[in-house]
């Protein structure tokens, strides 16, 4: 978790929310790493998930990452979770809940669905403290 910390810290320098994405291998290797683009990209959907899917998918060259866990500063929403399934993650590690708009938990849960194909494994709460600290920052420095 402190790794998605340190990307999530450079999603400030360009305007994003401080949201970090880590993808790690069956084996616990690092295979991608992300932060949210969405600012500096215009895209709305460059999240920091997503974008550490995209990159894990283009590494592995396959868009099934089974065996693969996706470290996250803060729950995902619907699209992530959704992505989460699509992509067939093993396993979700959350930092921060999000009771607005969190979609593996908090407000749906996607990604544990049983009408859908594949459900992913739910760890969270990791580092929550420091995850909710780093947003919080941000959004107070800019309200």
Request: net charge negative; glycine share 10%.
């Amino acid at each position: 978790m402190a790794r998605a910390r340190a990307e999530a810290a450079l999603a400030v320098e360009h305007g994003d929310v401080p949201i970090g994405a880590v993808l790690l291998s069956a084996s616990g290797e690092v295979v991608a790493v992300a932060h949210n683009e969405r600012e500096l990209t215009g895209d709305p959907t460059a999240h920091a998930e997503v974008l550490a899917l995209r990159r894990g998918a283009e590494a592995s060259g396959s868009s099934r990452l089974d065996g693969h866990t996706l470290v996250v500063t803060l729950e995902p929403c619907t699209m992530c979770a959704g992505a989460l399934v699509l992509a067939r993650i093993e396993r979700v590690v959350i930092g921060a809940w999000d009771p607005k708009a969190g979609a593996v938990s908090s407000l749906f849960d996607v990604v544990r669905d049983p009408r859908l194909n594949h459900r992913v494994q739910v760890v969270g709460g990791i580092d929550a403290d420091e995850c909710g600290a780093q947003l919080r920052k941000f959004f107070e420095a800019h309200r």
